[in-house]
């Protein structure tokens, strides 16, 4: 597996990116001349608020959704006897993250030897 970019560099590296997603969606809220006069900033940090979470679950669910597409080379092997496995349904997953409900279709493989399905492995828990 490869390791994870510290989350913390890779938000830093995107703030240019951010900044004029945040001018477009303004734009496609407002138009160009932004929020009415006497828009409340209760109203605009809610809708912003609203917005994060949006965007924040779409990223997760987007994520996950690709990795699963694409899982490691590892994954046809039977864990247990090393035979090849055969490509199983997907299963939907859901997950409850600090953002939301995030779901997908997780991949299977399944072994006829020893009668056991597997999704592909990770290193640790929690990757």
């Given at each position: 597996?490869?390791?994870?970019?510290?989350?913390?560099?890779?938000?830093?590296?995107?703030?240019?990116?951010?900044?004029?997603?945040?001018?477009?969606?303004?734009?496609?809220?407002?138009?160009?001349?932004?929020?009415?006069?006497?828009?409340?900033?209760?109203?605009?940090?809610?809708?912003?608020?609203?917005?994060?979470?949006?965007?924040?679950?779409?990223?997760?669910?987007?994520?996950?959704?690709?990795?699963?597409?694409t899982?490691?080379?590892?994954a046809?092997?039977?864990?247990t006897?090393?035979?090849?496995l055969?490509?199983?349904?997907?299963?939907?997953?859901?997950v409850?993250?600090?953002?939301?409900?995030?779901?997908?279709?997780?991949?299977?493989?399944?072994?006829?030897?020893?009668?056991?399905?597997?999704f592909?492995?990770?290193?640790?828990?929690?990757?």
């Amino acid at each position: 597996m490869v390791p994870s970019a510290d989350p913390t560099s890779q938000a830093d590296a995107l703030q240019p990116t951010l900044q004029a997603a945040a001018k477009n969606l303004l734009f496609h809220l407002y138009g160009q001349a932004g929020p009415p006069w006497g828009t409340s900033f209760a109203d605009l940090e809610e809708l912003a608020l609203r917005l994060g979470q949006t965007l924040a679950t779409e990223l997760l669910r987007q994520s996950l959704a690709r990795q699963a597409a694409t899982p490691p080379p590892q994954a046809d092997a039977c864990p247990t006897c090393g035979r090849t496995l055969v490509t199983a349904a997907a299963e939907p997953r859901t997950v409850t993250t600090r953002a939301g409900a995030v779901a997908w279709q997780e991949p299977q493989r399944y072994c006829g030897r020893c009668r056991k399905a597997f999704f592909p492995p990770v290193t640790s828990p929690g990757h």
